[in-house]
C-alpha cells in the first residue's frame, strides 16, 4: 500500500485530511469512489464554488477536493458531512458515508469479511501471530508497527479498521461456530511489550469462554505436527459449501472443491487431535498470564 503526498493544508484547523487513497485496481471500489467524486463536484459547481473556496469552506485543501471529485480519494465520513452542510444538499451527499467506510478496505479483506458474514463454522490454525479475529487493537497496532517497509499512521489505521471491523463475527447472531489453533509460541511473544501481553493473553480468555468459541494451543514439544506446511483457514456455510486455503497447499489460493477441502479439513482434524483439548487451553493460557 501506499499513501498519496497530503494536499496543502486549508481551514481553520491547519491541517488537511490525508483521506484514503482508492486502489486502481480494484474495480467495484473504483467504480463506486469515481459516481460520488462526480456527484459532490457537480454540487459544488450548482452552489457556484470554486475548488479552493469549497475546500476553505469546510476545513480542507483544494488539491484533497480535486482528488476527491476525480475519483482518486476517498471522502471520509466528516468530509462528507461537511460537504452536505456547506452545498445545502439536505443529506443527498451524507447518505454515502457507509459505503465510503466500507470501500477503504482492501479488495481482499472486504471479500474475507463478506464471507465471514455468511460462514456458520470457521476453522483456523494460525502458527506466525494470532489469529487477526483474536487480536486486541493495541496488539494490531503493535504488530503492524513492525512491520516493513513501515506502514504510515493513515495505513496502520485503515488496515486496524478493517480488522476490528470483521471481529463482529464473535457476536453475530445466530452465533457461528468458531474454531481458532493458536501455536504456543504465538501466546508467548510480547508484541508491544508486556502490558499488551497481558492483555492480549486476557483477551483470549475472554472469548475463548464463549459458548461458540473453542481456542486449542499447540504445545511446542509436539514431536508429530501436520501443521508444518502453514496457516490452514476453513469457512463453512449453511448450504454446506465451503472455501479454504493454506499456506502449505494449492499454492496457497482459495479452494472450493470438495477434494481440496478434504485436504484441508485432515490436516486441521489432525492439528487439532494434537492439540492441547480448549479446557486444558485455557488453563495454560492461564498459567501463561500469571507467569507474564
Not at 32 to 51: N, T
Not at 188 to 193: E, L
Amino acid at each position: 500500500m501506499s499513501v498519496d503526498e497530503v494536499g496543502t493544508a486549508s481551514g481553520t484547523d491547519g491541517a488537511d485530511d490525508p483521506g484514503w487513497e482508492v486502489d486502481p485496481d480494484d474495480e467495484p471500489g473504483t467504480a463506486l469512489v469515481a459516481p460520488v467524486g462526480r456527484q459532490i463536484k457537480a454540487w459544488r459547481e450548482s452552489a457556484g464554488m470554486r475548488a479552493g473556496e469549497f475546500g476553505a469552506t469546510i476545513g480542507y485543501g483544494e488539491d484533497l477536493v480535486f482528488k476527491v471529485e476525480s475519483g482518486r480519494r476517498i471522502p471520509r465520513p466528516e468530509f462528507l458531512d461537511k460537504a452536505d452542510e456547506a452545498l445545502g444538499a439536505a443529506g443527498k451527499l451524507a447518505m454515502f458515508k457507509k459505503e465510503m467506510a466500507e470501500v477503504r478496505y482492501p479488495k481482499k479483506v472486504r471479500d474475507l469479511a463478506k464471507l465471514e458474514a455468511k460462514a456458520v463454522e470457521v476453522e483456523a490454525y494460525h502458527h506466525h501471530n494470532i489469529n487477526g479475529l483474536l487480536q486486541t487493537e493495541e496488539h494490531m497496532r503493535a504488530l503492524f508497527a513492525s512491520w516493513l517497509p513501515a506502514y504510515t499512521q493513515d495505513e496502520t489505521d485503515r488496515v486496524v479498521g478493517a480488522r476490528l471491523a470483521r471481529r463482529s463475527i464473535l457476536d453475530r447472531t445466530p452465533l457461528p461456530s468458531l474454531s481458532f489453533v493458536q501455536e504456543e509460541v504465538t501466546l508467548r511473544r510480547p508484541v508491544g511489550g508486556t502490558m499488551v501481553l497481558r492483555r492480549q493473553l486476557e483477551h483470549l480468555l475472554e472469548v475463548g469462554r464463549l459458548s461458540n468459541v473453542a481456542i486449542q494451543v499447540m504445545p511446542t514439544c509436539r514431536e508429530e505436527h501436520p501443521g508444518t506446511g502453514g496457516l490452514i483457514e476453513v469457512l463453512r456455510f449453511a448450504d454446506g459449501s465451503a472455501v479454504g486455503r493454506s499456506e502449505g497447499a494449492f499454492s496457497g489460493r482459495p479452494v472450493s472443491d470438495p477434494k481440496q477441502l478434504r485436504i484441508l479439513g485432515l490436516r486441521y482434524g489432525m492439528i487439532r487431535a494434537q492439540a492441547l483439548t480448549p479446557r486444558e487451553s485455557l488453563a495454560f493460557i492461564e498459567q501463561l498470564l500469571g507467569e507474564t
